[in-house]
């Protein structure tokens, strides 16, 4: 009970507001690195738990000695493949094989044509995004935003750790319901402004990378303590006790 009065008594930000203040707290993102929808679909695939510096100089070389059209990865020998995206993290063969993979996805329809669905059916596109592998609700949200084609936020899991912290949406065992929960939750305040929308994508991943993290959150360096449901519910004293 003492749970559910802390979190009713908690005023929940405007996401405007909170976009706001993170941008004042970490500084204007750049623009993404990758925005083509095939080529963030082989950014995803090309590295495996590594930060974004490492993830960008994998891509760079897969882009560099061997080209980011399907053709390109399919006729190339395997252990070339591996070898270029090796740096990329743990398990460079089954990065490999995303990649080629992914190749194989989108061969019957190009890249172009890839581009054309996401502009004229964007529904249709998202399942056909989510076939790829390592693409799941979030992967196939997200390229279709960077594509202007969906009024989203897309988060991933830092961006969306953050959100429900807030009080966007609901804690659940399930990430697909948790994600949904966040979508339904943000989606009345969702601006038809892609710019923004990428923006706000950008700074909700690092805030969930750099300060609202999973086991040891900052709260203490974190702007929007004030209209955290999480902090709230975890900085008020125990029930009973002094």
């Known amino acids: ?33 990758v925005t083509d929808p095939f080529e963030m679909i082989l950014w995803e695939s090309v590295a495996y738990l590594v930060d974004d510096e490492r993830r960008a100089s994998t891509f760079a070389r897969l882009r560099d000695r061997i080209g980011l059209d399907p053709e390109d990865i399919l006729n190339t020998p395997t252990e070339v493949l591996i070898g270029v995206i ?37 529904e249709k596109a998202r399942r056909k995004l989510k076939r790829f592998p390592g693409i799941g609700e979030p992967g196939a949200d997200k390229i279709l935003l960077f594509s202007h084609a969906k009024v989203t936020l897309a988060p991933d899991s ?38 923004w929308l990428i923006r706000a994508h950008q700074l909700l991943r690092r805030h969930g990378q750099e300060i609202c993290k999973r086991t040891v959150p900052l709260c203490e360096a974190c702007p929007l303590t004030d209209g955290c449901r999480w902090y709230r519910q975890h900085s008020a004293p125990r029930h009973g006790k002094t």
């Open 1 to 33: 009970m003492a749970g559910a009065r802390v979190r009713e008594a908690v005023p929940r930000l405007k996401l405007r507001e909170v976009i706001s203040r993170l941008e004042a707290f970490h500084g204007r993102p750049e623009p993404p690195a």
């Open 86 to 122: 090796r740096d990329g993290g743990m398990g460079p063969e089954g990065r490999a094989e995303k990649l080629v993979r992914a190749a194989d996805e989108v061969l019957p329809l190009g890249r172009e044509g890839l581009r054309e669905l996401i502009r004229t059916d964007p």
């Open 158 to 195: 830092n961006a969306l750790r953050t959100l429900v912290r807030i009080g966007f949406g609901q804690e659940d065992k399930s990430y697909s319901r948790m994600y949904r929960s966040a979508e339904e939750a943000v989606e009345s305040q969702l601006p038809a402004d892609f710019p």
